[in-house]
């Protein structure tokens, strides 16, 4: 598997010559292997992937995590959405209240976006997804509902005997208050599982995260220690705050993983990693 970042940024799009080297777009993922390519999120960073694919793909299977408008930004200016000869495939978590196709109309409708869902050239297909295991290609996916608020999930995504987990939202303390000593009681963590590779959110310092609990997103220390307990073997920290500079983002990994503490690797996300797995 090929994996690339596009958007790696939290909340808000926050371009800025402040933030030039982990960029300003908002999540977006692509992972390709063979002829199958699928993208993690429709946040700001998938315009510039569409632009990037051109006519190269024919079909497209697009996973949103969940539908907060910095998930789903960059949907309305993907151009593969406006080429009739590409199969476009939007996968997102089912409610009990709403389907996924009304409250993606919601998106492509005025005053929020001047194009109709209905008023694309080929309509995508919607797949509406729980705790499901979903085969593409030779790429297995395995999604489960994960502590932020609204429905979201977490994808646990495999190649062979290669495992990417990516978890963008997600508030690794709720639900659990005795962590990490209780995994049953912890979201998310059979996800992640002995992955060889684990995007997850890590928007806060502790300080932050200690007034803002609930909001849906973890520390950077909370983070760290979940790898930790869910056996990882390398650790990207994703969903950087829209507040954060380059030099706060330095400083806040150096400040919680100079003391290593951990037997598995760990770096910032930035836009336009590439990361493979075999």
Same mark, same amino acid.
């Given at each position: 598997?090929?994996?690339?970042?596009?958007?790696?940024?939290?909340?808000?799009?926050?371009?800025?010559?402040?933030?030039?080297?982990?960029?300003?777009?908002?999540?977006?993922?692509?992972?390709?292997?063979?002829?199958?390519?699928?993208? *993690?999120?429709?946040?700001?960073?998938?315009?510039?992937?569409?632009?990037?694919?051109?006519?190269?793909?024919?079909?497209?299977?697009?996973?949103?995590?969940?539908?907060?408008?910095?998930?789903?930004?960059?949907?309305?200016?993907?151009?593969?959405?406006?080429?009739?000869?590409?199969?476009?495939?939007?996968?997102?978590?089912?409610?009990?209240?709403?389907?996924?196709?009304?409250?993606?109309?919601?998106?492509?409708?005025?005053?929020?976006?001047?194009?109709?869902?209905?008023?694309?050239?080929?309509?995508?297909?919607?797949?509406?997804?729980?705790?499901?295991?979903?085969?593409?290609?030779?790429?297995?996916?395995?999604?489960?509902?994960?502590?932020?608020?609204?429905?979201?999930?977490?994808?646990?995504?495999?190649?062979?005997?290669?495992?990417?987990?990516?978890?963008?939202?997600?508030?690794?303390?709720?639900?659990?208050?005795?962590?990490?000593?209780?995994?049953?009681?912890?979201?998310?963590?059979?996800?992640?599982?002995?992955?060889?590779?684990?995007?997850?959110?890590?928007?806060?310092?502790?300080?932050?995260?200690?007034?803002?609990?609930?909001?849906?997103?973890?520390?950077?220390?909370?983070?760290?220690?979940?790898?930790?307990?869910?056996?990882?073997?390398?650790?990207? *920290?994703?969903?950087?705050?829209?507040?954060?500079?380059?030099?706060?983002?330095?400083? *806040?990994?150096?400040?919680?993983?100079?003391?290593?503490?951990?037997?598995?690797?760990?770096?910032?996300?930035?836009?336009?990693?590439?990361?493979?797995?075999?």
């Amino acid at each position: 598997m090929k994996i690339t970042v596009w958007g790696c940024r939290g909340s808000l799009p926050s371009p800025g010559p402040e933030k030039d080297f982990y960029g300003g777009n908002t999540s977006c993922v692509q992972v390709i292997h063979n002829d199958t390519c699928i993208i *993690l999120d429709g946040g700001s960073g998938i315009q510039s992937l569409g632009s990037f694919l051109n006519n190269n793909s024919k079909e497209l299977h697009i996973m949103l995590s969940h539908l907060h408008i910095d998930h789903i930004m960059g949907l309305g200016f993907f151009l593969p959405l406006y080429n009739p000869d590409v199969q476009v495939h939007i996968w997102g978590p089912a409610t009990i209240n709403e389907s996924l196709l009304e409250r993606l109309r919601r998106y492509f409708s005025p005053p929020l976006f001047p194009v109709r869902l209905n008023e694309l050239p080929t309509q995508p297909e919607i797949h509406e997804i729980h705790c499901s295991e979903i085969k593409i290609g030779d790429i297995t996916i395995k999604t489960d509902y994960v502590c932020h608020p609204g429905p979201t999930l977490g994808f646990r995504i495999t190649c062979g005997n290669s495992v990417f987990a990516y978890m963008p939202d997600h508030e690794i303390l709720l639900g659990s208050s005795n962590f990490p000593n209780e995994p049953e009681w912890i979201s998310g963590v059979d996800l992640a599982k002995d992955a060889d590779l684990l995007f997850h959110d890590a928007q806060y310092h502790p300080s932050e995260y200690a007034r803002k609990v609930g909001w849906g997103h973890s520390s950077v220390v909370d983070t760290l220690t979940f790898a930790k307990l869910c056996n990882v073997k390398k650790l990207a *920290l994703f969903h950087h705050d829209p507040a954060h500079t380059d030099e706060e983002l330095n400083q *806040l990994f150096k400040d919680f993983t100079e003391d290593k503490t951990f037997d598995f690797d760990v770096e910032m996300c930035a836009e336009g990693n590439v990361y493979y797995l075999s």
